[in-house]
């Protein structure tokens, strides 16, 4: 007995353990990518939408989201002191 929501006949089954594509990552490639402009540009907007970024990758299964998070809150805490060391000499 098949259920709806069997492939049919002949198609590949994929196992429930399958590690995720590169295009199944994306939410913790952009967490990265605002981890990035945190260091250079408004670390508050960018490294706070990388962890967030990050977080919700996490929870969605992406095994790169808690690092993504990591990385933005790294990075938006030193663009902050960076701002405030170039701004004060």
Do not use: N, Y
Not at 35 to 43: D, E, K, R
């Amino acid at each position: 007995m098949t259920s709806p929501h069997d492939p049919p006949d002949g198609a590949p089954r994929t196992p429930p353990d399958a590690r995720p594509r590169a295009g199944d990552q994306m939410l913790s490639i952009i967490g990265f990518a605002c981890a990035a402009m945190a260091l250079l540009f408004i670390p508050i907007l960018f490294g706070l939408a990388g962890v967030v970024l990050g977080i919700v990758g996490h929870t969605r299964g992406e095994p790169l989201g808690r690092w993504a998070a990591t990385a933005a809150g790294a990075a938006m805490l030193i663009g902050t002191l960076l701002g405030i060391i170039l701004t004060t000499t």
